[in-house]
DNA sequence: TTATACTTTCAATAATTACTGAAAATTCAA
DNA sequence: TTGAATTTTCAGTAATTATTGAAAGTATAA
């Protein structure tokens, strides 16, 4: 085996194993494994990919793979592009990971952390008038709850929108 | 029916509502349903609920309702007392909003951002020393990654024992 | 002890979620 | 147009995850 041959291997390795921890790391935050999986092979891929080379890279199926593309191009996570002079799609990453961590804190308030407010606000008029302890403390926790999901939703805006230059500082000053 | 019947209804709807819109919630960012709704119901409870409560209201196998009050337990997230002259235990949750998130954000760090950290710092030592233009990308890419999830570490870990008073005037800065 | 109340475990089952693959739809060059 | 290339859909199936419930285990009062 020459030396090329061996680094190659060594890539493709690393790759893999990074591509495989991707997909459990996502798992375990609610994204389904095979998309975190399909993002993570586009983040370490050198040149946009086509639906063909994701299923034969993770040995999914066409239709497995076209959704998955679908849904990461829904994100704003990758974007698709056709290479002139050819009929099939090319997908490519964004590779900067405070626009992808932007992108994903965004959707998620935009997807759970929204609604779950307004089933907060709603909870929390339904016991605004009620009478006696319990329904004092009930409503007194869900105005807690509420208001440190506004606050959240706020912070989630700003990263949203976030740039790593605009950031850091702002996190020094946290971490002090 | 009475206004108290009626104040005791309109509050279990509330409180069904909530809990319901909480599991919803919990399933999305990667948390057992069932799991979530027993949180959330003993977040709302005015006194410390026994297994068999929990099964009645949440209409949960006993087995299910055990196994859930021992992750939460686990977690921090409640604990379990025994009152005087009951055989039973009784469980009763933190209530303080910014001590649970606290928890919940410090678990998931020691879950899973510390095991997946140390996968990434192995691809990027794995990928170094590698020739290429490909290779040097993607350690590139590995290593930003690294290092912003890094940092996340190092927020988590601080959100994980911060308190309102103490976050709260960061914060201000951070949204002004 | 012993009987009883209570808790835990876990094999079987149910419910949910993800995936496949082939047919239908679409696109595009000729 | 036509038809080959490509993408999308989706019914059927597989894989995963969650739940039940009864038996085994444990703790406690008498």
Not at 63 to 78: F, K
Request: aromatic letters at 6%.
């Amino acid at each position: 085996m020459t030396a090329t041959q061996n680094s190659l291997n060594e890539l493709t390795a690393a790759k893999d194993e990074f591509v495989t921890s991707w997909g459990a790391l996502g798992s375990a935050w609610g994204i389904n494994r095979t998309l975190a999986q399909v993002h993570a092979l586009l983040l370490l891929a050198n040149e946009p990919l086509t639906t063909d080379a994701v299923m034969k890279e993770l040995k999914i199926s066409r239709g497995n793979a076209n959704s998955s593309l679908r849904e990461l191009a829904g994100w704003g996570l990758i974007r698709g592009l056709v290479k002139k002079g050819e009929r099939k799609e090319h997908f490519e990453a964004e590779k900067d990971i405070w626009k992808i961590f932007g992108i994903v804190i965004g959707e998620r308030k935009r997807r759970e952390v929204v609604p779950a407010l307004q089933v907060l606000r709603r909870c929390e008029e339904r016991t605004k008038a009620l009478k006696g302890d319990d329904a004092k403390s009930v409503h007194g926790f869900l105005q807690d709850l509420r208001q440190f999901m506004e606050m959240g939703e706020k912070i989630m805006q700003r990263v949203e929108h976030s740039q790593k230059g605009l950031v850091m500082p702002l996190v020094f000053k946290f971490m002090r």
